[in-house]
């Protein structure tokens, strides 16, 4: 990668701002020597800005928890879920994206990144990704609910095929947990209302190995994973 490209790739400047960037020595490899705009094959992992590392040299890869009341977007009215983000990331190019979506009322953990591949291959139906969901429901949630979920037959309103099998796990009268293994509009707000349990409080704990809990995360908190963790062989 050219130097110039490296700034603008990473957010620091315009390609047209960098050779400013580096005639005034910002720029260097973590050996000191000094580099131009023009240098090919810069390695960002060796690069230091200000005297500080590249950040996310190899890609960013963030588990973030999603507070309520933020949305999912980067051009709807309201509190928007990158307004509390390092803003050095909404720099970045390609752009930092979410992988999926959470909705304005349900808080958790989502994952966000500027590898648009990496996004792709985690919301393909193919791939299957558990992800796990807390909820509170505002009537006892009915026994039989549990097998419903599991026999992939369950139709929601306006869709012409039923949900994959799911696993629904009670944890209290109006309490319990959701194991989705795709992801359609508002689909465990939709599946327990559909079996007479509507969801007042939602949160997703849980996508594939990565845990909440074990992330130790507050709301609004981030915390950088390895991609890799994602595999078919990890």
Same mark, same amino acid.
Request: charged share 25%; proline share 9%.
């Given at each position: 990668?050219?130097?110039?490209?490296?700034?603008?790739?990473?957010?620091?400047?315009?390609?047209?701002?960098?050779?400013?960037?580096?005639?005034? +020595?910002?720029?260097?490899?973590?050996? +000191?020597?000094?580099?131009?705009?023009?240098?090919?094959?810069?390695?960002?992992?060796?690069?230091?800005?200000?005297?500080?590392?590249?950040? *996310?040299?190899?890609?960013?890869?963030?588990?973030? !928890?999603?507070?309520?009341?933020?949305?999912?977007? !980067?051009?709807?009215?309201?509190?928007?879920?990158?307004?509390?983000?390092?803003?050095?990331?909404?720099?970045?190019?390609?752009?930092?994206?979410?992988?999926?979506?959470?909705?304005?009322?349900?808080?958790?953990?989502?994952?966000?990144?500027?590898?648009?591949? *990496?996004? !792709?291959?985690?919301?393909?139906?193919?791939? !299957?990704?558990?992800?796990?969901?807390? *909820?509170?429901?505002?009537?006892?949630?009915?026994?039989?609910?549990?097998?419903?979920?599991?026999?992939?037959?369950?139709?929601?309103?306006?869709?012409?095929?039923?949900?994959?099998?799911?696993?629904?796990?009670?944890?209290?009268?109006?309490? +319990?947990?959701?194991?989705?293994?795709?992801?359609?509009?508002?689909?465990?707000?939709?599946?327990?209302?559909?079996?007479?349990?509507?969801?007042?409080?939602?949160?997703?704990?849980?996508?594939?190995?990565?845990?909440?809990?074990?992330?130790?995360?507050?709301?609004?908190?981030?915390?950088? *994973?390895?991609?890799?963790?994602?595999?078919?062989?990890?």
């Amino acid at each position: 990668m050219r130097t110039d490209a490296l700034l603008s790739r990473f957010g620091y400047c315009s390609r047209k701002e960098a050779p400013a960037w580096l005639k005034s +020595g910002r720029v260097a490899l973590d050996d +000191g020597t000094a580099v131009s705009a023009a240098r090919q094959n810069v390695d960002p992992a060796r690069v230091l800005v200000d005297g500080r590392p590249v950040p *996310f040299p190899n890609g960013l890869y963030a588990a973030f !928890h999603k507070p309520l009341g933020c949305t999912c977007s !980067h051009k709807e009215d309201g509190a928007l879920i990158y307004d509390l983000l390092p803003p050095e990331w909404l720099r970045r190019n390609p752009p930092v994206n979410t992988v999926g979506r959470l909705d304005k009322e349900t808080s958790g953990l989502i994952l966000i990144t500027d590898n648009g591949a *990496f996004e !792709h291959a985690m919301t393909s139906p193919r791939r !299957h990704v558990p992800k796990v969901y807390e *909820f509170t429901t505002s009537a006892p949630i009915p026994a039989e609910a549990v097998a419903t979920c599991a026999a992939g037959t369950l139709l929601l309103n306006g869709e012409p095929t039923p949900c994959k099998p799911a696993e629904l796990e009670i944890t209290a009268a109006c309490e +319990g947990r959701l194991t989705l293994h795709e992801g359609r509009y508002h689909q465990v707000r939709r599946m327990l209302a559909a079996v007479g349990a509507p969801v007042v409080d939602l949160q997703r704990v849980e996508i594939g190995p990565l845990r909440l809990a074990d992330l130790n995360l507050q709301p609004g908190e981030w915390r950088a *994973f390895d991609p890799d963790i994602f595999s078919p062989q990890a």
